[in-house]
């Protein structure tokens, strides 16, 4: 049986994986999970990768590392590091190697917007490369305060029952670490390991039409289709368990 090492996306937690861990280790599979230091404004992508490498035993060879959301500019970053058997995205940003996540996207954005965040753009040669990219985030997502509750249950847990939204709510945590969006990824390239994009059709944040392409394009894999919104782990967790442990 497998190790399933669960790393959360931005605003969340450990307890995030409450619901889903069940289902997995009532197939057998072992689970650990850890909460990011997300409120240090100066963590980096190393720095959170080191936080899940130093939570995995030391002898354990068939770990399945699954990344949600933000987290998936980490989880290959921990594959360069220890040994494991498959990455799983869930609606998850893909890293490029030596490109930051706003860069990507970056030709999206207006010069104001670009200038408030102090951007400094790559050459164009590194970027035109993504000009052809459906957009990375669903358009209405993008600029808005996440500290809100309101904004929290429209974009993050609106297809979550209602008990399940709020105490979602009352668990989030505040993202002062922003370098899942601007810090330049250190990696040369993408760990050569199984890999699995699990694609959320009614996501309202990552947009689907992005995670197919980059699925493709990125990992070599067509991406899972799941009919749920951004959080599969609160929303629908039974049907995420079957699709991780799936070959």
Not at 39 to 52: H, K
Request: aromatic share 10%; hydrophobic share 40%.
């Amino acid at each position: 049986m497998s190790l399933f090492c669960l790393v959360h996306g931005a605003f969340q937690g450990i307890w995030c994986w409450d619901l889903l861990i069940p289902y997995l280790e009532a197939q057998g599979h072992k689970t650990i999970a850890m909460d990011l230091p997300i409120e240090n404004a100066s963590t980096t992508l190393s720095q959170f990768a080191d936080t899940v490498i130093q939570a995995l035993p030391k002898n354990d060879d068939d770990i399945v590392l699954v990344g949600h959301s933000m987290a998936g500019t980490i989880i290959p970053l921990v594959a360069e590091a220890v040994k494991v058997r498959q990455l799983v995205f869930v609606a998850a940003l893909l890293p490029h190697p030596g490109i930051s996540t706003l860069d990507q996207f970056s030709h999206r954005l207006d010069a104001d917007t670009l200038k408030s965040f102090n951007y400094q753009p790559k050459h164009p040669s590194k970027l035109e490369q993504f000009y052809d990219e459906p957009d990375m985030y669903e358009p209405t997502s993008v600029g808005q305060d996440y500290s809100d509750k309101a904004v929290l249950m429209n974009f993050f847990f609106h297809d979550c029952q209602p008990d399940i939204a709020q105490w979602a709510i009352s668990k989030s945590r505040s993202q002062q670490s922003m370098a899942y969006i601007f810090e330049t990824n250190p990696l040369t390239a993408l760990p050569k390991v199984e890999r699995k994009y699990i694609v959320c059709t009614n996501d309202r944040i990552i947009s689907p039409t992005w995670s197919r392409y980059a699925a493709r394009k990125r990992l070599g894999v067509d991406a899972i289709e799941l009919a749920s919104g951004h959080c599969p782990h609160l929303s629908c967790p039974k049907l995420l368990a079957s699709v991780l442990t799936s070959d």
